[in-house]
């Protein structure tokens, strides 16, 4: 089985935790992608859903699909938020942000009731650390921000670490918000609890890919089927 089938078995597994008349926090990525289209059939099937987006790519995709996208308030409740994860350990800490959405994708996993996490198998692993870790930076004197933030990760045991602006075609990569990501390369990390919170002090850093205790049930894909960590 490839990973596209792993991650579309996912998303039909988290399916499952949909029901009628829900708001539905939709992630970003090849992944959120399939849950997104299954929304979309349920919708045209006659299902009351809402949405909202942590892209604007999402955001185009779910309106293709004809899901309603809301903007919320301060009452609206977001039933299930379901999204991808670039590395998920057996704590269920993960990292995210491959596809720079990681504040966007923080906020509404935070707000969601209840946060599911979808992946084809290959994004378990033992311990958080061999993707880069997305850092997402004000723009405003960026650079001193970097400094602060190198300076941060020496002091919590990663002296060594590699970080790049992230680029695409010589170009500094944007978010939707219009913020730069730095991409840390850190080797394993024992501690992604106490890193998250160490990097979220830091002036100008607005989130770390670092979610740590925001699920409790991530859904793996692979060639023996479902693999569910938590409930």
């Known amino acids: 089985m490839d990973k596209e089938a792993g991650k579309r078995l ?13 708001t539905l926090g939709l992630g970003t990525g090849s992944t959120a992608a399939y849950f997104v289209d299954i929304v ?16 604007e790519a999402t955001r185009e995709h779910a309106e293709r699909v004809g899901v309603e996208i809301i903007e919320p308030d301060e009452a609206t ?22 596809g720079a959405a990681l504040l966007r994708e923080k906020i509404i996993a935070y707000a969601a009731k209840k946060f ?4 084809d198998k290959s994004k378990r692993v033992a311990a958080l650390g061999a993707f880069p870790l997305p850092v997402e930076i004000s723009p405003y004197s960026w650079a001193l921000t970097v400094a602060a933030l190198r300076r941060t990760l020496a ?5 060594e670490a590699n970080l790049e602006l992230r680029a695409r075609d010589g170009e500094a990569v944007k978010t939707d918000g219009g913020n730069l990501i ?17 990097l979220a002090a830091i002036p100008g850093v607005l989130e770390s890919g670092l979610f740590c205790g925001m699920t409790r049930m991530a859904i793996f894909g692979g060639e023996d089927g479902i693999t569910i960590n938590g409930a």
């Open 182 to 198: 730095i991409d840390c390369r850190l080797g394993r990390i024992e501690n992604p609890a106490a890193l998250e919170k160490a």
């Open 40 to 55: 979309g059939k349920l919708v045209s099937e006659g299902w009351d859903l809402r949405g909202v987006p942590t892209s």
């Open 10 to 22: 996912a998303a039909e597994e988290a399916a499952n935790h949909i029901e009628r008349d829900m």
């Open 116 to 119: 599911i996490v979808i992946a």
């Open 155 to 159: 002091d919590n045991g990663f002296a």
């Open 77 to 98: 409740v977001i039933d299930l938020a379901v999204d991808g994860a670039d590395e998920a350990d057996p704590s269920l800490n993960l990292i995210k942000g491959g």
